[in-house]
């Protein structure tokens, strides 16, 4: 079952040209950052006390850093592609939309980048 008009199907495009691309991207990111909350919230339970060396020590395992730095990074694109539908259905004038999205992309990168370098100095332990 296609989600796209017959035309589109034809052409190879959706109605927008990329619509049905973003909304599998959402759905994607939203079963991945699904299953890597599980991850987090039962190992947070399984840790026990949450204290500051606990913690260190939990993001010092290999495993647990990869998985909090994907972690870190699905949610940050998720929330970017979230941030852009908002932005493009919500603000029409045409100069702030394209300043607003632009803006929200490097946010978005900059949390990410900041996210995985601070979990690569926990690992390396610098």
């Known amino acids: 079952m296609s989600l796209k008009s017959p035309l589109g199907r034809v052409l190879g495009l959706g109605s927008a040209k990329d619509g049905t691309d973003h909304w599998l991207a ?46 870190c990074v699905t949610l940050a694109y998720h929330s970017y592609l979230g941030v852009q539908v908002v932005v493009e259905d919500y603000v029409h004038t045409k100069g702030t939309k394209i300043a607003l999205l632009i803006v929200s992309r490097f946010a978005h990168v900059f949390v990410a980048v900041a996210s995985v370098y601070a979990i690569l100095r926990i690992g390396i332990g610098v």
Do not use: D
């Open 26 to 71: 959402q759905r994607i990111s939203a079963v991945a950052l699904a299953l890597l909350g599980s991850w987090f919230v039962v190992s947070l339970a399984m840790l026990g006390t949450v204290k500051y060396g606990n913690v260190i020590a939990f993001l010092g395992e290999p495993l647990n850093g990869v998985l909090m730095a994907l972690l």
